[in-house]
């Protein structure tokens, strides 16, 4: 297994009517899930999302705005997202995640 540092790229730039979230780290089983289960729990619409694996490195790339349809501006909102996203690559995270379904069954 390759070391895949997580990243979290927030944009207002390269769209004109949303934000644009680059999410990039190591790829596994239910990562797209729980990333899309993160930005729902933000309370944020994915207006359009493009997904791409290189080998074990997954890039994900949501467009995405709040309830109200606009852009995420402020700094602290996006701190707040960015870690979130990051939070989905933590041991812990998928630790808790695993422990979660083991319990529904």
Known sequence: TFQVAPEVVIDNVLSTRHTV?????????????????AISKLNLNIASAHIATFGEKAVDVFYVTDLTGAKITTTARQLIIRQALLAVFSFDHDKATKSKAMART
């Not at 797209?32 to 289960?37: A, F, G, I, K």
């Open 21 to 37: 979230i680059e999410v990039s780290g190591l790829d596994r089983p239910g990562l797209l899930y729980d990333l899309t289960t």
